[in-house]
Nanobody, 122 residues
Framework: VQLQACGGGLVQAGASRRLSCLASGRAFNSYSVAWFRQGPGKEREFLAAVRYGTSRLYYSDSVKDRFTISRDNAKNTVYLQMDSLTPEDTAVYYC????????????????WGQGTQVTVSS
């Protein structure tokens, strides 16, 4: 599986941005999908996930009221809608997929996108 993330860029505080991640290969609907980010000098942080099978959604407390994850299995694509962005959201954003039942754990993910930079100016 190869993942290609896009949609990053420079945005002003308070704005919205939607990230997309296109997956190659088959059986996309058999994978849990997730978004993580890594800010300057910080560890990689879980943001949101959709578990395969149940389609249960998971969010970190830091973004649950502002970010929305969704997937379109017909397009092999997962999205991250980000609203009310702040400078603290500045980071490289990564998508990941894996046939895991523990979709909030980064060590569970086998396949990662290359990352897309989001910079939020104040």
């Amino acid at each position: 599986v190869q993942l290609q993330a896009c949609g990053g860029g420079l945005v002003q505080a308070g704005a919205s941005r939607r990230l997309s991640c296109l997956a190659s290969g088959r059986a996309f609907n058999s994978y849990s999908v997730a978004w993580f980010r890594q800010g300057p000098g910080k560890e990689r942080e879980f943001l949101a996930a959709v578990r395969y099978g149940t389609s249960r959604l998971y969010y970190s407390d830091s973004v649950k009221d502002r970010f929305t994850i969704s997937r379109d299995n017909a397009k092999n694509t997962v999205y991250l809608q980000m609203d009310s962005l702040t400078p603290e959201d500045t980071a490289v954003y990564y998508c990941a997929v894996s046939p895991t039942r523990r979709p909030t754990w980064p060590q569970e993910y086998d396949y990662w996108g290359q990352g897309t930079q989001v910079t939020v100016s104040s």
